[in-house]
């Protein structure tokens, strides 16, 4: 057997068939792709549902459609009209189209939500079992004309102006990639599938739950994952309805995400987007605060987390959230309740709390108990790390952009060390580069302006005076310089490919080595090798002109001052042929690049094949926080950034 059937052999036949359904569906045509859409949904409908193309009626008149699939609640005795499919019995719409492009997903968007807004009667109450009456809505394409992206960035734009029940809830491409939500509780790390609440169901309380947009590159999986969306929604709007378990046809579906952006119920229940200053790229919550008992043992932890218009609280240990809830006054409680999440985390629904009456109830409950609320003492020592901050593309990009790559290779932070420790040292032995260039401009300018104006040279007669010895720090600086840039390069980017499983040590060798070690790094990475091979132009130089120092006892040349006109000039000393202050700018900046792109490249070999990464264009970039790499999927999303020698400066790339 292959290993191609080996897979398929694993797959439970229930996938396997949404599979294979999905393969054959994508060389539909436009012609009869509503047919072979509903034949192929067809197969996981059961009782009571029938699908077929129509539209949708309520009961004052108001009309959906038409659409390529409706799935709704067959009457007794059949003879429905499909053109007039009662609102009450429709439990899905679907608007399909052979390409999706920017213009197609607006106008989709309007019929679903028109769909949406049709009038409904309640779903009916069943004893202990969840039901719905809300409309499911869909957009299906068998291509897409432009990259995912750029299809989720205008339904971020469109869900704006829309209310979150006219929402469509997913976009699916075939053979390409899915875009829908995914709910996510404070402090759980798994993203669950998410479908749009029953209609009331938030007047009696709003969720703690993150509601992310999210990309997935799932190929061929397309439309299992519309399946499993769709499935999981008809067994809650016909409660006992014969529809497979949506989980076993996700059990073939890639479950790596890109997010595109992230939203939160407020108190009214209405969706809005988490507001900026709570991303995790700025928002440092407070420690959490301690429970303890009279002996001082921990009994639980418990923090504040801002929300929308309110407030939740999340609790982790051995005392009840609910009690200590009760400490808020009976005004906070009207809608109160608790999310239990495994292990011990306890997360209150979004409360009409503040931080101040978080307090408050802390204050009451230590007084009317016998435990005791203390702040979290931490072993930290904060200390001022640069004088710049995210919007420097240096920070944002070498910091920030890079280990937010890295936190997809590693996910688990306490594994993070194995790259952070050897980046930090590369990082540490770049600023100190970077901080001594800087000050040797400066050193240099401010000695010519002074020997130019006179201010520390003279003439008399033929015989020129300085009053200035600059050559001992000149000298002092570079020797710094080269050492901490050298030290970047050979050292740290050599520990830290060797993390990132790559091997560059011949990058240091004499030229045969070299060839060989390229020669080999052709087979498996040639756009890699290619990379180097153009590095080793700027990187030899480089090196040659530390190793100088320590191996030929070579130092900077001493300042050449010489007659000009009636004043003195200073002749710039050389390394390598290039006044210093040159040599060192460019140094500088390549290496910074290679710092970047490299690393990015390394991470990027590292991903699984259903994400990458893309480079955004210089005017795309944030002001805050200007990040040239972010995250795409491997195919159906913005195009794949490439490793490839370039001469423009850090600044400009």
């Known amino acids: 057997m292959t290993e191609e059937g080996k897979e398929s052999a694993n797959i439970n036949p229930v996938a396997q068939a949404a599979e294979n359904a999905g393969r054959n569906l994508?060389?539909?045509?436009?012609?009869?792709?509503?047919?072979?859409?509903?034949?192929?949904?067809?197969?996981?409908?059961?009782?009571?549902?029938?699908?077929?193309?129509?539209?949708?009626?309520?009961?004052?008149?108001?009309?959906?459609?038409?659409?390529?699939?409706?799935?709704?609640?067959?009457?007794?005795?059949?003879?429905?009209?499909?053109?007039?499919?009662?609102?009450?019995?429709?439990?899905?719409?679907?608007?399909?189209?052979?390409?999706?492009?920017?213009?197609?997903?607006?106008?989709?968007?309007?019929?679903?939500?028109?769909?949406?807004?049709?009038?409904?009667?309640?779903?009916?109450?069943?004893?202990?079992?969840?039901?719905?009456?809300?409309?499911?809505?869909?957009?299906?394409?068998?291509?897409?004309?432009?990259?995912?992206?750029?299809?989720?960035?205008?339904?971020?734009?469109?869900?704006?102006?829309?209310?979150?029940?006219?929402?469509?809830?997913?976009?699916?491409?075939?053979?390409?990639?899915?875009?829908?939500?995914?709910?996510?509780?404070?402090?759980?790390?798994?993203?669950?599938?998410?479908?749009?609440?029953?209609?009331?169901?938030?007047?009696?309380?709003?969720?703690?739950?993150?509601?992310?947009?999210?990309?997935?590159?799932?190929?061929?999986?397309?439309?299992?994952?519309?399946?499993?969306?769709?499935?999981?929604?008809?067994?809650?709007?016909?409660?006992?309805?014969?529809?497979?378990?949506?989980?076993?046809?996700?059990?073939?579906?890639?479950?790596?995400?890109?997010?595109?952006?992230?939203?939160?119920?407020n108190l009214r229940g209405e969706i809005q987007p988490v507001p900026r200053q709570f991303y995790n790229d700025r928002y440092f919550p407070p420690l959490p605060l301690r429970i303890e008992d009279q002996k001082g043992e921990l009994l639980s932890t418990i923090e504040f987390l801002p929300w929308q218009d309110g407030g939740v609280l999340l609790l982790k240990g051995k005392l009840p959230l609910d009690g200590l809830m009760v400490f808020l006054g009976a005004e906070a409680l009207k809608k109160a309740g608790v999310v239990r999440r495994p292990p011990d985390l306890q997360i209150s629904y979004v409360l009409p709390i503040t931080a101040a009456n978080f307090g408050e109830m802390l204050a009451r409950f230590q007084r009317q108990s016998n435990m005791v609320v203390r702040r979290t003492e931490p072993n930290w020592i904060v200390q001022k790390f640069a004088d710049e901050g995210s919007a420097s593309p240096f920070m944002a990009r070498l910091y920030l952009g890079i280990l937010r790559i890295r936190d997809i290779i590693y996910p688990d932070p306490a594994k993070r060390e194995t790259f952070d420790k050897p980046y930090e040292f590369v990082m540490s032995s770049l600023m100190n580069a970077r901080a001594t260039a800087k000050g040797l401009a400066t050193l240099w300018a401010e000695h010519t302006r002074k020997i130019a104006s006179g201010e520390m040279a003279r003439l008399q007669g033929k015989t020129i005076h300085i009053d200035e010895n600059v050559d001992k720090e000149l000298r002092k600086e570079v020797e710094s310089f080269l050492n901490a840039a050298v030290r970047a390069l050979k050292q740290g980017m050599q520990d830290l490919a060797n993390e990132l499983g790559v091997n560059i040590g011949f990058m240091f060798k004499q030229q045969p080595a070299f060839e060989a070690g390229i020669a080999s790094l052709q087979a498996t990475d040639p756009l890699l090798a290619e990379y180097l091979r153009q590095t080793r132009t700027w990187s030899e130089p480089l090196v040659e002109s530390r190793n100088a120092i320590e191996h030929k006892g070579w130092t900077l040349p001493r300042v050449v001052y010489s007659q000009k006109g009636i004043g003195v000039a200073a002749a710039e000393p050389e390394i390598s042929g290039q006044p210093f202050t040159a040599f060192i700018d460019f140094m500088l900046d390549r290496l910074c690049c290679f710092v970047e792109e490299f690393t990015a490249h390394c991470l990027q070999r590292g991903m699984v094949p259903e994400i990458t990464i893309t480079e955004l264009p210089i005017a795309k970039r944030g002001e805050e926080l200007p990040e040239r790499f972010r995250l795409t999927l491997g195919a159906g999303g913005l195009a794949r950034w490439n490793i490839a020698h370039h001469a423009s400066r850090f600044e400009e790339t």
């Open 26 to 265: 994508a060389r539909a045509s436009g012609a009869n792709l509503a047919e072979q859409l509903n034949a192929a949904l067809g197969q996981f409908l059961g009782w009571p549902y029938k699908i077929a193309p129509g539209r949708a009626v309520d009961r004052d008149g108001g009309t959906a459609g038409p659409f390529a699939s409706i799935v709704y609640v067959a009457p007794h005795g059949g003879g429905e009209d499909v053109n007039a499919i009662p609102a009450n019995t429709v439990a899905a719409v679907i608007d399909a189209c052979e390409v999706a492009d920017i213009e197609m997903l607006r106008a989709s968007y309007v019929r679903i939500a028109q769909a949406k807004r049709l009038k409904k009667a309640p779903a009916p109450r069943t004893d202990g079992v969840p039901s719905t009456s809300v409309t499911l809505g869909v957009i299906y394409a068998l291509r897409s004309a432009v990259p995912l992206e750029e299809l989720a960035e205008e339904l971020h734009r469109l869900n704006a102006g829309t209310p979150a029940r006219e929402w469509p809830d997913m976009v699916a491409v075939a053979n390409t990639g899915t875009i829908n939500y995914a709910g996510q509780f404070p402090g759980d790390g798994e993203l669950g599938l998410f479908l749009p609440p029953a209609e009331g169901a938030l007047a009696n309380y709003t969720p703690p739950m993150y509601v992310a947009m999210i990309m997935k590159a799932v190929g061929s999986h397309a439309f299992g994952q519309m399946t499993a969306l769709l499935v999981a929604h008809l067994g809650i709007f016909s409660p006992g309805a014969r529809v497979p378990n949506f989980s076993h046809i996700l059990e073939a579906v890639p479950k790596t995400a890109v997010m595109v952006t992230g939203y939160q119920y």
